[in-house]
């Protein structure tokens, strides 16, 4: 497990932590499962290492194109996997042939889906996504109910699911933040779920067997929205999704963007430091540098505004940040090659923290995009730190 790359610049990504994250997750919705959802290479963490780690400890895997579906299938995982987005009708197949559990947002996919089944005698797995006010992908709940009478008709589908998906589950149902209405969107959306899940009761069928909803959001905002499952994508790797969510449970972020100085020199004042020439110190400084620019998805854009941790001290990026490499100055203090990097994370000693949070404020975005968006180029290393305490 730890093969460290050549390279100083990699991702550390602690899966004791994860652990510790569905534990709490679960231990709040209980006794609704949990599907934790691993798109975009689990969120930047390394899908190759996260998902069969994490495997026994949930219920189900989400993710939102066809192709992770089947990497996981590949690397092994035999636990049920939701692909979440839409897909085409020639690639239906391939969900019965991996095994994955298809969304169903249309009639057309709908009937492909019964088909393609019938045709190979074998279910599909599907669970049918309604949309209750994002307008993107699902059947509007005001006209679900034609389509889930027609449902029923398809012999060859094993409809397990019905879900949507929530537009802005951070607002509070309190929430008196001024920018923000008042009223909760999520609760409305709740109730057209509810509208849609009518249907069921009307006609006296049983609902499919997992009723789900809940994003990260709604899980710390809005236990009502936990049905039978709840799909915790940003929270399980430790970091809360908006700064308005409330905060019943402790998660820690898994993820240690690390690297070291590979050079280190005095710059004289008045002497600017990287392309196009932004920035000089005042006064005589040391500058150092990092090998990590924004080719490993270290924005440019937020050039000239991070602290990075240098031996777990804070000190400020100066200067553009080019594709492969940052300055960082170091002012009077000296710290020469090799002297540990922190760009993202917390130092085990000094306590010294950089969260995805502000470099999503550097950078203009939102955590996901940080995490996310950490590049392929940096290597990701699975250390254990809990199991590691035990030997
Ligand atoms: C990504 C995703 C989630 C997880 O959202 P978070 O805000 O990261 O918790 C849940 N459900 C669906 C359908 C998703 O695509």
């Given at each position: 497990?730890?093969?460290?790359?050549?390279?100083?610049?990699?991702?550390?990504?602690?899966?004791?932590?994860?652990?510790?994250?569905?534990?709490?997750?679960?231990?709040?919705?209980?006794?609704?499962?949990?599907?934790?959802?691993?798109?975009?290479?689990?969120?930047?963490?390394?899908?190759?290492?996260?998902?069969?780690?994490?495997?026994?400890?949930?219920?189900?895997?989400?993710?939102?194109?066809?192709?992770?579906?089947?990497?996981?299938?590949?690397?092994?995982?035999?636990?049920?996997?939701?692909?979440?987005?839409?897909?085409?009708?020639?690639?239906v197949r391939y969900y019965l042939q991996y095994d994955l559990t298809l969304t169903v947002s249309s009639y057309e996919i709908l009937?492909?889906?019964?088909?393609?089944?019938?045709?190979?005698?074998?279910?599909?797995?599907?669970?049918?996504?309604?949309?209750?006010?994002?307008?993107?992908?699902?059947?509007?709940?005001?006209?679900?109910?034609?389509?889930?009478?027609?449902?029923?008709?398809?012999?060859?589908?094993?409809?397990?699911?019905?879900?949507?998906?929530?537009?802005?589950?951070?607002?509070?149902?309190?929430?008196?933040?001024?920018?923000?209405?008042?009223?909760?969107?999520?609760?409305?959306?709740?109730?057209?779920?509810?509208?849609?899940?009518?249907?069921?009761?009307?006609?006296?069928?049983?609902?499919?067997?997992?009723?789900?909803?809940?994003?990260?959001?709604?899980?710390?905002?809005?236990?009502?929205?936990?049905?039978?499952?709840?799909?915790?994508?940003?929270?399980?790797?430790?970091?809360?999704?908006?700064?308005?969510?409330?905060?019943?449970?402790?998660?820690?972020?898994?993820?240690?963007?690390?690297?070291?100085?590979?050079?280190?020199?005095?710059?004289?004042?008045?002497?600017?430091?990287?392309?196009?020439?932004?920035?000089?110190?005042?006064?005589?400084?040391?500058?150092?540098?990092?090998?990590?620019?924004?080719?490993?998805?270290?924005?440019?854009?937020?050039?000239?505004?991070?602290?990075?941790?240098?031996?777990?001290?804070?000190?400020?990026?100066?200067?553009?940040?080019?594709?492969?490499?940052?300055?960082?100055?170091?002012?009077?203090?000296?710290?020469?090659?090799?002297?540990?990097?922190?760009?993202?994370?917390?130092?085990?000693?000094?306590?010294?923290?950089?969260?995805?949070?502000?470099?999503?404020?550097?950078?203009?975005?939102?955590?996901?995009?940080?995490?996310?968006?950490?590049?392929?180029?940096?290597?990701?290393?699975?250390?254990?730190?809990?199991?590691?305490?035990?030997?």
């Amino acid at each position: 497990m730890n093969t460290y790359p050549l390279r100083p610049t990699f991702a550390q990504i602690d899966l004791g932590i994860l652990k510790g994250n569905v534990v709490a997750i679960r231990s709040l919705v209980k006794p609704a499962k949990v599907l934790v959802m691993l798109k975009a290479n689990a969120y930047g963490h390394g899908v190759e290492g996260v998902a069969p780690y994490i495997e026994p400890f949930v219920d189900q895997i989400g993710v939102a194109i066809l192709d992770e579906g089947i990497a996981l299938r590949k690397l092994g995982i035999s636990k049920p996997i939701l692909v979440a987005g839409g897909t085409l009708p020639a690639l239906v197949r391939y969900y019965l042939q991996y095994d994955l559990t298809l969304t169903v947002s249309s009639y057309e996919i709908l009937e492909v889906a019964e088909q393609v089944a019938s045709a190979a005698g074998k279910k599909i797995k599907i669970h049918i996504k309604i949309d209750t006010g994002m307008e993107r992908s699902g059947i509007r709940w005001y006209e679900s109910h034609p389509f889930l009478e027609k449902s029923l008709e398809c012999q060859n589908l094993d409809i397990e699911g019905i879900y949507t998906h929530f537009a802005n589950s951070e607002t509070l149902e309190d929430g008196l933040v001024d920018k923000k209405p008042a009223f909760s969107y999520a609760s409305q959306q709740l109730s057209r779920f509810e509208e849609a899940l009518a249907f069921y009761r009307q006609t006296g069928v049983p609902t499919p067997r997992l009723r789900h909803t809940a994003n990260s959001a709604a899980i710390l905002n809005l236990p009502e929205s936990y049905y039978d499952m709840v799909r915790p994508g940003v929270m399980f790797y430790g970091v809360y999704p908006d700064d308005e969510v409330k905060r019943p449970i402790r998660i820690e972020p898994a993820m240690t963007w690390r690297s070291s100085l590979v050079y280190s020199k005095r710059t004289l004042a008045g002497n600017p430091v990287s392309y196009g020439s932004l920035w000089a110190p005042k006064q005589d400084t040391n500058i150092g540098t990092i090998p990590c620019g924004y080719a490993d998805g270290y924005f440019r854009r937020m050039s000239g505004q991070p602290y990075i941790l240098v031996n777990g001290k804070p000190y400020p990026q100066v200067g553009r940040i080019c594709m492969d490499q940052c300055m960082v100055d170091l002012g009077q203090d000296n710290a020469g090659l090799g002297s540990e990097v922190i760009l993202l994370g917390k130092h085990p000693t000094t306590g010294q923290r950089i969260t995805a949070e502000n470099l999503a404020q550097w950078a203009g975005t939102n955590p996901y995009e940080v995490m996310t968006n950490v590049s392929a180029r940096v290597p990701r290393v699975f250390v254990n730190e809990e199991a590691d305490k035990r030997l």
